[in-house]
Protein backbone atom coordinates (compact mmCIF):
# COMPACT_ATOMS: atom_id res chain seq x y z
CA UNK A 1 0.00 0.00 0.00
CA UNK A 2 1.44 3.58 -0.96
CA UNK A 3 1.91 6.34 1.79
CA UNK A 4 -0.31 8.97 1.91
CA UNK A 5 0.44 12.13 0.58
CA UNK A 6 0.31 13.52 3.72
CA UNK A 7 2.79 11.09 5.07
CA UNK A 8 4.85 11.75 1.88
CA UNK A 9 4.83 15.81 2.48
CA UNK A 10 5.50 15.48 6.30
CA UNK A 11 8.13 12.97 5.96
CA UNK A 12 10.08 15.37 3.00
CA UNK A 13 9.28 18.68 4.82
CA UNK A 14 10.65 17.00 8.05
CA UNK A 15 14.14 16.19 6.54
CA UNK A 16 13.92 19.22 4.31
CA UNK A 17 13.99 21.56 7.43
CA UNK A 18 16.13 19.09 9.63
CA UNK A 19 18.85 18.95 6.96
CA UNK A 20 18.33 22.95 6.80
CA UNK A 21 18.55 23.80 10.35
CA UNK A 22 21.37 21.00 11.42
CA UNK A 23 22.80 22.67 8.40
CA UNK A 24 22.57 26.30 9.79
CA UNK A 25 23.05 25.20 13.70
CA UNK A 26 26.92 23.47 12.39
CA UNK A 27 27.62 26.64 10.64
CA UNK A 28 26.37 28.69 13.41
CA UNK A 29 28.63 26.75 15.62
CA UNK A 30 31.93 27.02 14.16
CA UNK A 31 31.39 30.53 13.04
CA UNK A 32 30.80 31.76 16.59
CA UNK A 33 33.92 29.48 17.71
CA UNK A 34 35.86 30.79 15.33
CA UNK A 35 35.65 34.08 16.92
CA UNK A 36 36.17 32.44 19.83
CA UNK A 37 39.73 31.26 18.60
CA UNK A 38 40.16 34.59 16.94
CA UNK A 39 40.35 36.77 19.81
CA UNK A 40 42.08 34.48 22.14
CA UNK A 41 44.74 34.20 18.76
CA UNK A 42 45.00 38.03 19.28
CA UNK A 43 45.75 38.17 22.51
CA UNK A 44 48.48 35.84 21.48
CA UNK A 45 50.53 37.63 19.06
CA UNK A 46 50.08 40.73 20.90
CA UNK A 47 52.23 39.03 23.38
CA UNK A 48 53.97 37.62 21.07
CA UNK A 49 55.00 40.85 19.36
CA UNK A 50 55.62 42.66 23.05
CA UNK A 51 58.11 40.06 23.52
CA UNK A 52 59.75 40.30 20.28
CA UNK A 53 59.98 44.25 20.00
CA UNK A 54 61.64 44.12 23.41
CA UNK A 55 64.47 41.78 21.63
CA UNK A 56 67.63 43.37 20.49
CA UNK A 57 71.19 42.57 19.28
CA UNK A 58 74.33 44.12 20.42
CA UNK A 59 77.09 44.97 18.56
CA UNK A 60 78.97 42.23 19.71
CA UNK A 61 76.18 40.30 18.04
CA UNK A 62 74.62 38.71 21.31
CA UNK A 63 71.06 38.81 21.54
CA UNK A 64 69.22 40.32 24.44
CA UNK A 65 65.67 40.47 25.64
CA UNK A 66 64.83 43.06 27.98
CA UNK A 67 61.67 41.40 29.66
CA UNK A 68 60.87 39.65 32.76
CA UNK A 69 57.87 37.99 33.55
CA UNK A 70 56.87 40.00 36.26
CA UNK A 71 56.26 42.48 33.29
CA UNK A 72 53.32 40.66 32.03
CA UNK A 73 50.16 39.37 33.41
CA UNK A 74 49.74 35.96 33.29
CA UNK A 75 53.63 35.18 33.36
CA UNK A 76 54.02 35.72 37.32
CA UNK A 77 50.83 34.85 38.75
CA UNK A 78 50.62 32.12 41.35
CA UNK A 79 49.53 29.55 38.47
CA UNK A 80 51.15 30.74 35.48
CA UNK A 81 48.88 30.93 32.54
CA UNK A 82 51.65 32.38 30.06
CA UNK A 83 54.60 30.86 28.31
CA UNK A 84 57.05 32.08 26.10
CA UNK A 85 60.20 30.57 24.75
CA UNK A 86 63.13 32.02 22.15
CA UNK A 87 65.17 30.40 19.92
CA UNK A 88 68.38 31.28 17.68
CA UNK A 89 68.28 29.99 13.97
CA UNK A 90 70.27 27.28 14.42
CA UNK A 91 67.60 25.91 17.39
CA UNK A 92 69.32 26.52 20.59
CA UNK A 93 67.24 28.17 23.13
CA UNK A 94 68.04 31.82 23.78
CA UNK A 95 65.39 32.18 26.36
CA UNK A 96 62.36 30.69 28.21
CA UNK A 97 59.31 32.05 30.90
CA UNK A 98 60.33 31.42 34.23
CA UNK A 99 56.67 29.69 33.96
CA UNK A 100 58.40 26.80 32.17
CA UNK A 101 60.48 25.54 34.80
CA UNK A 102 58.27 22.64 35.46
CA UNK A 103 57.88 22.50 31.87
CA UNK A 104 60.33 20.19 29.22
CA UNK A 105 59.68 23.53 26.34
CA UNK A 106 57.44 24.73 24.08
CA UNK A 107 57.17 23.18 20.38
CA UNK A 108 59.25 24.75 18.13
CA UNK A 109 56.73 25.93 15.21
CA UNK A 110 56.91 29.18 13.82
CA UNK A 111 55.60 31.39 10.96
CA UNK A 112 56.29 34.76 9.63
CA UNK A 113 54.71 37.89 11.26
CA UNK A 114 52.24 37.98 8.81
CA UNK A 115 51.55 34.75 8.81
CA UNK A 116 51.97 33.17 12.08
CA UNK A 117 51.41 29.22 13.06
CA UNK A 118 48.75 28.90 15.81
CA UNK A 119 48.43 25.30 16.94
CA UNK A 120 46.71 23.90 20.17
CA UNK A 121 49.15 21.69 22.79
CA UNK A 122 49.31 19.88 25.75
CA UNK A 123 51.84 21.24 28.95
CA UNK A 124 52.83 19.34 31.94
CA UNK A 125 50.10 17.44 33.80
CA UNK A 126 48.33 17.13 30.91
CA UNK A 127 47.08 20.93 30.68
CA UNK A 128 45.61 22.35 27.26
CA UNK A 129 46.94 25.21 25.87
CA UNK A 130 47.43 27.24 22.33
CA UNK A 131 50.62 28.73 21.07
CA UNK A 132 51.23 31.23 18.29
CA UNK A 133 54.87 30.82 16.62
CA UNK A 134 56.74 33.65 14.87
CA UNK A 135 59.61 34.03 12.94
CA UNK A 136 61.56 37.76 13.18
CA UNK A 137 64.77 40.18 13.38
CA UNK A 138 65.55 41.98 16.55
CA UNK A 139 66.14 45.74 16.68
CA UNK A 140 69.93 46.77 16.78
CA UNK A 141 71.20 47.96 20.34
CA UNK A 142 72.82 50.68 18.54
CA UNK A 143 71.13 51.56 15.11
CA UNK A 144 74.71 52.63 14.01
CA UNK A 145 76.04 49.67 14.46
CA UNK A 146 76.99 47.07 11.56
CA UNK A 147 76.07 43.67 13.39
CA UNK A 148 73.79 41.48 11.24
CA UNK A 149 70.43 40.89 12.81
CA UNK A 150 70.11 37.00 13.10
CA UNK A 151 66.23 35.12 12.71
CA UNK A 152 64.85 33.97 15.73
CA UNK A 153 62.21 32.10 16.44
CA UNK A 154 59.42 32.59 19.26
CA UNK A 155 56.64 30.76 20.38
CA UNK A 156 54.20 32.40 22.84
CA UNK A 157 51.65 29.72 24.68
CA UNK A 158 48.68 30.50 27.21
CA UNK A 159 46.77 28.17 28.75
CA UNK A 160 43.28 27.25 27.18
CA UNK A 161 40.56 25.63 29.71
CA UNK A 162 38.83 29.15 29.70
CA UNK A 163 38.39 28.86 25.92
CA UNK A 164 37.85 24.98 25.91
CA UNK A 165 35.17 25.65 28.34
CA UNK A 166 33.71 28.41 26.33
CA UNK A 167 33.66 26.10 23.14
CA UNK A 168 31.85 23.53 25.34
CA UNK A 169 29.31 25.38 26.45
CA UNK A 170 28.85 26.75 23.45
CA UNK A 171 28.54 23.12 21.64
CA UNK A 172 26.72 22.23 24.19
CA UNK A 173 23.90 25.19 23.62
CA UNK A 174 24.13 24.73 19.89
CA UNK A 175 23.32 21.29 20.77
CA UNK A 176 20.02 22.21 22.55
CA UNK A 177 19.08 24.42 20.24
CA UNK A 178 19.21 22.64 17.93
CA UNK A 179 17.26 19.64 20.15
CA UNK A 180 14.64 22.15 20.50
CA UNK A 181 14.61 23.28 17.19
CA UNK A 182 14.06 19.66 15.76
CA UNK A 183 11.86 19.20 18.36
CA UNK A 184 9.62 22.27 17.36
CA UNK A 185 10.05 21.02 13.56
CA UNK A 186 8.63 17.93 14.62
CA UNK A 187 5.41 19.17 16.31
CA UNK A 188 4.88 22.00 13.86
CA UNK A 189 5.05 20.13 10.88
CA UNK A 190 2.63 17.57 11.06
CA UNK A 191 0.43 19.60 12.43
CA UNK A 192 0.25 22.59 9.92
CA UNK A 193 0.16 19.83 6.95
CA UNK A 194 -3.25 18.55 8.88
CA UNK A 195 -4.57 22.13 8.71
CA UNK A 196 -3.32 22.75 5.33
CA UNK A 197 -4.43 19.78 3.84
CA UNK A 198 -8.41 19.81 6.00
CA UNK A 199 -9.95 21.15 2.86
CA UNK A 200 -8.56 18.37 0.84
CA UNK A 201 -10.06 16.03 3.19
CA UNK A 202 -13.30 17.49 3.49
CA UNK A 203 -13.85 17.00 -0.10
CA UNK A 204 -12.51 13.73 -0.43
CA UNK A 205 -15.42 12.85 2.50
CA UNK A 206 -17.92 15.20 0.19
CA UNK A 207 -16.91 12.89 -2.75
CA UNK A 208 -16.96 9.76 -1.12
CA UNK A 209 -20.93 10.57 0.11
CA UNK A 210 -21.86 10.95 -3.40
CA UNK A 211 -23.51 7.52 -5.13
CA UNK A 212 -26.29 6.78 -7.94
CA UNK A 213 -28.57 8.32 -6.22
CA UNK A 214 -26.82 11.90 -5.34
CA UNK A 215 -25.26 12.79 -8.62
CA UNK A 216 -26.86 16.04 -8.52
CA UNK A 217 -24.52 17.47 -5.77
CA UNK A 218 -22.76 20.26 -7.08
CA UNK A 219 -19.48 21.06 -5.12
CA UNK A 220 -18.82 25.30 -3.86
CA UNK A 221 -16.13 26.59 -5.64
CA UNK A 222 -15.93 30.07 -3.77
CA UNK A 223 -13.86 30.15 -0.91
CA UNK A 224 -11.66 26.84 -1.90
CA UNK A 225 -7.60 27.43 -1.53
CA UNK A 226 -6.84 28.00 -4.98
CA UNK A 227 -5.16 24.22 -6.39
CA UNK A 228 -9.02 22.77 -4.84
CA UNK A 229 -10.87 25.31 -7.34
CA UNK A 230 -10.08 23.26 -10.56
CA UNK A 231 -10.37 19.76 -8.97
CA UNK A 232 -13.89 21.13 -7.81
CA UNK A 233 -14.73 22.60 -10.95
CA UNK A 234 -13.73 19.49 -12.70
CA UNK A 235 -16.10 17.22 -9.92
CA UNK A 236 -18.77 18.87 -10.52
CA UNK A 237 -18.26 19.15 -14.48
CA UNK A 238 -17.90 15.20 -14.46
CA UNK A 239 -20.78 14.82 -11.85
CA UNK A 240 -22.92 16.65 -14.30
CA UNK A 241 -21.77 14.45 -17.34
CA UNK A 242 -22.50 11.49 -15.19
CA UNK A 243 -26.32 12.44 -14.13
CA UNK A 244 -26.65 13.70 -18.06
CA UNK A 245 -25.89 9.99 -18.83
CA UNK A 246 -27.98 8.42 -15.94
CA UNK A 247 -30.51 10.63 -16.83
CA UNK A 248 -30.54 9.15 -20.20
CA UNK A 249 -30.23 5.62 -19.70
CA UNK A 250 -33.24 6.14 -18.01
CA UNK A 251 -34.54 7.15 -20.51
CA UNK A 252 -33.88 4.67 -22.24
CA UNK A 253 -34.55 1.71 -20.53
CA UNK A 254 -38.36 3.79 -19.68
CA UNK A 255 -38.47 3.77 -24.31
CA UNK A 256 -37.31 0.61 -24.66
CA UNK A 257 -39.92 -0.62 -22.00
CA UNK A 258 -42.48 1.45 -23.74
CA UNK A 259 -41.63 0.19 -26.77
CA UNK A 260 -41.29 -3.42 -26.42
CA UNK A 261 -44.69 -3.41 -23.99
CA UNK A 262 -47.59 -2.88 -26.82
CA UNK A 263 -46.11 -5.58 -29.52
CA UNK A 264 -45.33 -8.21 -25.91
CA UNK A 265 -48.71 -7.81 -25.42
CA UNK A 266 -50.10 -8.11 -28.52
CA UNK A 267 -48.47 -11.27 -28.82
CA UNK A 268 -49.53 -12.39 -25.74
CA UNK A 269 -53.14 -11.54 -27.07
CA UNK A 270 -52.71 -13.35 -30.08
CA UNK A 271 -51.16 -16.92 -27.92
CA UNK A 272 -54.21 -16.21 -25.56
CA UNK A 273 -56.52 -16.33 -28.60
CA UNK A 274 -55.21 -19.10 -30.19
CA UNK A 275 -55.37 -21.24 -27.10
CA UNK A 276 -58.67 -20.51 -25.73
CA UNK A 277 -59.99 -20.95 -29.50
CA UNK A 278 -57.87 -23.10 -31.61
CA UNK A 279 -60.50 -23.68 -34.43
CA UNK A 280 -61.84 -19.77 -34.81
CA UNK A 281 -58.33 -18.26 -35.17
CA UNK A 282 -58.00 -15.68 -37.62
CA UNK A 283 -56.09 -16.43 -40.72
CA UNK A 284 -53.71 -13.16 -40.39
CA UNK A 285 -53.09 -14.13 -37.06
CA UNK A 286 -49.58 -15.66 -38.08
CA UNK A 287 -48.62 -12.79 -40.36
CA UNK A 288 -49.36 -10.48 -37.26
CA UNK A 289 -47.33 -12.53 -35.20
CA UNK A 290 -44.66 -12.37 -37.54
CA UNK A 291 -45.15 -8.79 -37.82
CA UNK A 292 -44.99 -8.18 -33.99
CA UNK A 293 -41.73 -10.29 -34.45
CA UNK A 294 -40.07 -8.27 -36.70
CA UNK A 295 -40.83 -5.27 -35.28
CA UNK A 296 -39.05 -6.46 -32.12
CA UNK A 297 -35.97 -8.01 -33.62
CA UNK A 298 -35.51 -4.70 -35.50
CA UNK A 299 -35.47 -2.73 -32.43
CA UNK A 300 -33.07 -5.14 -30.87
CA UNK A 301 -30.35 -5.28 -33.64
CA UNK A 302 -30.71 -1.14 -34.08
CA UNK A 303 -29.88 -1.23 -30.01
CA UNK A 304 -26.92 -3.64 -30.34
CA UNK A 305 -25.65 -1.77 -33.61
CA UNK A 306 -25.87 1.44 -31.44
CA UNK A 307 -24.03 -0.23 -28.49
CA UNK A 308 -21.06 -1.78 -30.68
CA UNK A 309 -20.56 1.65 -31.96
CA UNK A 310 -20.61 3.63 -28.56
CA UNK A 311 -18.08 0.62 -27.10
CA UNK A 312 -15.75 1.16 -30.61
CA UNK A 313 -16.66 -2.42 -32.31
CA UNK A 314 -17.88 -0.84 -35.23
CA UNK A 315 -14.60 -0.40 -36.82
CA UNK A 316 -15.41 1.17 -41.07
CA UNK A 317 -13.74 -0.43 -44.07
CA UNK A 318 -12.91 3.01 -46.19
CA UNK A 319 -12.93 2.74 -50.01
CA UNK A 320 -13.91 5.51 -52.29
CA UNK A 321 -17.82 5.56 -53.24
CA UNK A 322 -19.26 7.68 -56.08
CA UNK A 323 -21.81 9.35 -53.86
CA UNK A 324 -24.72 10.01 -56.45
CA UNK A 325 -25.05 6.32 -57.59
CA UNK A 326 -25.29 4.98 -53.49
CA UNK A 327 -28.16 7.69 -52.96
CA UNK A 328 -29.95 6.32 -55.63
CA UNK A 329 -29.34 2.70 -54.45
CA UNK A 330 -30.49 3.80 -51.12
CA UNK A 331 -33.73 5.46 -51.97
CA UNK A 332 -35.21 2.83 -54.15
CA UNK A 333 -36.73 0.41 -51.52
CA UNK A 334 -38.53 3.62 -49.96
CA UNK A 335 -40.12 4.77 -53.36
CA UNK A 336 -43.07 2.97 -53.03
CA UNK A 337 -43.85 3.90 -49.55
CA UNK A 338 -43.38 7.52 -50.66
CA UNK A 339 -45.47 7.27 -53.92
CA UNK A 340 -48.13 5.59 -51.65
CA UNK A 341 -48.11 9.09 -49.32
CA UNK A 342 -48.12 10.77 -52.52
CA UNK A 343 -44.77 11.91 -51.74
CA UNK A 344 -41.95 12.74 -53.95
CA UNK A 345 -38.04 13.33 -53.75
CA UNK A 346 -36.23 15.83 -55.81
CA UNK A 347 -32.50 15.22 -56.37
CA UNK A 348 -29.73 18.01 -57.11
CA UNK A 349 -26.57 15.93 -56.26
CA UNK A 350 -22.99 17.04 -57.58
CA UNK A 351 -20.92 14.31 -58.72
CA UNK A 352 -18.83 13.66 -56.51
CA UNK A 353 -16.36 10.31 -55.01
CA UNK A 354 -16.43 10.41 -51.08
CA UNK A 355 -14.80 8.16 -48.80
CA UNK A 356 -17.16 5.50 -46.96
CA UNK A 357 -17.98 2.10 -45.64
CA UNK A 358 -20.35 0.93 -48.29
CA UNK A 359 -22.46 -0.83 -45.57
CA UNK A 360 -22.85 1.83 -43.05
CA UNK A 361 -23.15 4.49 -45.96
CA UNK A 362 -26.13 2.51 -47.05
CA UNK A 363 -27.78 1.96 -43.78
CA UNK A 364 -27.35 6.00 -42.78
CA UNK A 365 -28.70 7.36 -45.94
CA UNK A 366 -31.29 4.49 -45.49
CA UNK A 367 -32.36 5.67 -41.84
CA UNK A 368 -32.11 9.00 -43.19
CA UNK A 369 -34.97 8.57 -46.05
CA UNK A 370 -37.09 6.30 -43.78
CA UNK A 371 -37.32 9.06 -41.17
CA UNK A 372 -37.99 11.50 -44.03
CA UNK A 373 -40.84 9.29 -45.46
CA UNK A 374 -42.47 8.33 -42.22
CA UNK A 375 -42.51 11.94 -40.32
CA UNK A 376 -42.80 14.31 -44.09
CA UNK A 377 -46.64 15.39 -44.51
CA UNK A 378 -48.31 13.58 -47.32
CA UNK A 379 -47.96 15.06 -50.49
CA UNK A 380 -44.85 16.78 -49.64
CA UNK A 381 -41.05 16.78 -51.60
CA UNK A 382 -38.34 15.34 -50.24
CA UNK A 383 -34.93 17.32 -50.99
CA UNK A 384 -31.70 15.51 -51.44
CA UNK A 385 -29.00 17.87 -51.91
CA UNK A 386 -25.41 17.80 -52.74
CA UNK A 387 -22.30 20.30 -53.29
CA UNK A 388 -18.29 19.93 -52.55
CA UNK A 389 -17.56 22.39 -49.83
CA UNK A 390 -14.02 23.41 -48.93
CA UNK A 391 -13.33 20.70 -46.35
CA UNK A 392 -14.94 18.02 -48.50
CA UNK A 393 -18.63 17.35 -49.41
CA UNK A 394 -22.10 18.54 -47.82
CA UNK A 395 -24.83 16.03 -48.25
CA UNK A 396 -28.37 17.34 -47.48
CA UNK A 397 -31.70 15.47 -46.72
CA UNK A 398 -34.80 17.72 -46.04
CA UNK A 399 -38.18 17.57 -45.59
CA UNK A 400 -41.12 19.48 -43.81
CA UNK A 401 -41.69 18.95 -40.28
CA UNK A 402 -44.73 20.97 -39.09
CA UNK A 403 -45.15 19.40 -35.45
CA UNK A 404 -40.96 20.25 -34.96
CA UNK A 405 -39.95 23.20 -32.74
CA UNK A 406 -36.31 24.53 -32.47
CA UNK A 407 -35.80 23.25 -28.67
CA UNK A 408 -36.51 19.90 -30.26
CA UNK A 409 -33.99 19.74 -33.00
CA UNK A 410 -31.29 19.22 -29.86
CA UNK A 411 -32.79 16.01 -28.61
CA UNK A 412 -32.97 14.80 -32.71
CA UNK A 413 -29.94 11.89 -32.56
CA UNK A 414 -30.73 11.14 -29.18
CA UNK A 415 -31.93 7.44 -29.15
CA UNK A 416 -35.80 6.63 -28.74
CA UNK A 417 -36.36 10.30 -29.19
CA UNK A 418 -39.36 11.24 -30.97
CA UNK A 419 -41.67 14.33 -31.13
CA UNK A 420 -45.16 14.29 -29.52
CA UNK A 421 -46.66 14.39 -32.36
CA UNK A 422 -44.97 11.10 -33.68
CA UNK A 423 -45.29 8.58 -30.82
CA UNK A 424 -48.77 7.60 -31.85
CA UNK A 425 -47.73 5.66 -34.99
CA UNK A 426 -46.18 3.17 -32.89
CA UNK A 427 -44.16 2.17 -35.88
CA UNK A 428 -40.90 3.85 -35.28
CA UNK A 429 -38.85 3.25 -32.96
CA UNK A 430 -37.11 6.91 -32.06
CA UNK A 431 -33.62 4.85 -33.24
CA UNK A 432 -32.96 5.73 -36.61
CA UNK A 433 -31.41 8.92 -36.63
CA UNK A 434 -29.58 7.60 -33.60
CA UNK A 435 -28.06 5.22 -36.19
CA UNK A 436 -27.15 7.84 -38.77
CA UNK A 437 -24.70 9.54 -35.90
CA UNK A 438 -22.88 6.69 -35.20
CA UNK A 439 -22.71 5.53 -38.58
CA UNK A 440 -21.32 8.87 -39.50
CA UNK A 441 -18.53 9.16 -36.88
CA UNK A 442 -17.55 5.40 -37.19
CA UNK A 443 -16.68 6.47 -40.95
CA UNK A 444 -14.87 9.80 -39.83
CA UNK A 445 -18.46 11.84 -41.05
CA UNK A 446 -20.04 14.45 -39.31
CA UNK A 447 -23.46 14.84 -38.91
CA UNK A 448 -25.86 18.00 -38.23
CA UNK A 449 -29.63 19.30 -37.84
CA UNK A 450 -31.18 22.82 -38.64
CA UNK A 451 -34.87 23.48 -38.61
CA UNK A 452 -35.25 26.09 -41.67
CA UNK A 453 -37.79 29.13 -41.05
CA UNK A 454 -40.13 27.32 -43.38
CA UNK A 455 -40.40 24.36 -41.56
CA UNK A 456 -38.32 22.50 -43.14
CA UNK A 457 -35.68 19.74 -41.23
CA UNK A 458 -32.37 19.56 -42.96
CA UNK A 459 -30.02 16.96 -41.70
CA UNK A 460 -26.39 17.26 -43.28
CA UNK A 461 -23.46 14.89 -43.78
CA UNK A 462 -20.00 16.07 -43.82
CA UNK A 463 -17.78 13.69 -45.79
CA UNK A 464 -14.18 13.44 -46.68
CA UNK A 465 -13.56 13.60 -50.78
CA UNK A 466 -11.85 10.32 -51.84
CA UNK A 467 -8.25 10.39 -52.59
CA UNK A 468 -7.73 10.75 -56.12
Known sequence: MSPSIRRRLTVSLLLALFAVFAAGLVALYFAVRDEFIDSFDDALIAKARAISTLTTVDNDGRVRLAFSDRFMHGFDDDEARDFYQLWDSDGQTLARSESLENESGLPLKSGSLDDPEYFFLHLARGKPARAVGIEFQPRRADKRSKVDTPTLRLVVASRSEHLDSELRELLAGTAGWAAGLLLAIGLLVPWLLYRGLKPLDRLATDVSRVDATTLNTRFATSGLPRELAPITTTLNALFTRLEES????????????????????????????????????????????????????????????????????????????????????????????????????????AAATVSADPALLQSTLANLFDNAVQYGPAGTAIRVTGAATGSGYALTVGNEAPGLTAADVAHLFERFWRGEAARSGGVHMGLGLALVREFAHAMGWEVSARLEPSQTLVITLHAPLAAP
Not at 280 to 307: F, H, K, N, Y
Not at 326 to 340: D, H, L, Y
Open 246 to 349: FERERRVSAAMAHELRTPIAELRALAETALKWPDARPPGTDEDALSIATQMEALVTRLLALARSESGQLAAAMEPVELSAAVQRAWQPFAAGAAARNMRCEFGL
